[in-house]
């Protein structure tokens, strides 16, 4: 179990440029989530997958945020045209997510920080 | 929608000392399960302690134990015999059965030597 990888650990870009983040969760998980945290608040959802398929997105995911998780395994998330209040640390996050499952963890990556200029 | 709040955006603690931090939330589902994660400086997010909610035997982890309490829905944890690798950002989560996790704004804890 080599746990929650995530890459890059840090980005910097200039405003306007795409970004693209990609987290590889634990092997027999699940469901995979992506998180954005900004400094002294607490993980903000984004979205989440069953396998490949996306269940939920947030409100607060602009149109210019796509999240991927195509076979089923690793996921990515990219930011397009990307603006200074995309700023934050992005956060991975999987669980087993399996049918009647009833000892559900979230296992963290060590996220990615944006920033962007 | 679940919601998560954390009252303490910071509480201090002497090293050896206990301290509680409080949590309160809101679901409308019978089946779910709380949380607390801690974030050191490293930002890395690690699980303390788990409670599922149709178990009313209070979880202990340790030096870490939960007060759970389902009718006024709070879920406050405890921290005995306190250490300086304690000192983090402590997030309470709520997770109903087949959605997703919904965390708190965190409660900074500082131990003081």
């Known amino acids: 179990d080599t746990g929650v990888s995530q890459n890059p650990r840090h980005k910097i870009t200039k405003r306007g440029q795409n970004v693209t983040f990609r987290c590889d969760p634990i092997?027999?998980?699940?469901?995979l989530y992506w998180y954005r945290q900004t400094l002294g608040q607490g993980p903000e959802f984004l979205t989440y997958?069953?396998?490949?398929?996306?269940?939920?997105k947030s409100r607060l995911l602009s149109d210019r945020f796509s999240a991927e998780r195509p076979k089923g395994s690793f996921s990515t998330l990219e930011i397009q045209r990307t603006e200074q209040g995309d700023s934050a640390m992005y956060l991975c996050?999987?669980?087993?997510?399996?049918?009647?499952?009833?000892?559900?963890?979230?296992?963290f990556g060590s996220g990615t920080q944006l920033s962007v200029l | 929608a679940q919601t998560v709040t954390q009252s303490q955006p910071e509480m201090s603690v002497q090293e050896a000392e206990t301290v509680t931090l409080s949590c309160t939330y809101d679901?409308?589902?019978?089946?779910?399960?709380l949380f607390w994660y801690k974030q050191p400086p490293s930002r890395q997010m690690i699980l303390v302690i788990r409670?599922?909610?149709?178990?009313?035997q209070n979880a202990t982890e340790n030096r870490f134990s939960v007060n759970f309490q389902k009718a006024a829905k709070s879920f406050s944890l405890k921290i005995s015999d306190s250490q300086l690798g304690d000192a983090a950002m402590y997030f309470c989560?709520?997770?109903?059965?087949?959605?997703?996790?919904?965390f708190g704004p965190g409660t900074r804890l500082s131990v003081l030597p």
């Open positions: 996050a999987s669980s087993s997510g399996a049918t009647g499952a009833r000892n559900e963890k979230l296992f």
């Open positions: 092997s027999e998980h699940n469901r």
């Open positions: 997958f069953q396998n490949e398929a996306q269940l939920e």
């Open positions: 679901t409308s589902e019978s089946d779910y399960y």
């Open positions: 409670q599922e909610a149709y178990k009313q």
């Open positions: 989560a709520c997770l109903n059965y087949g959605q997703n996790f919904v």
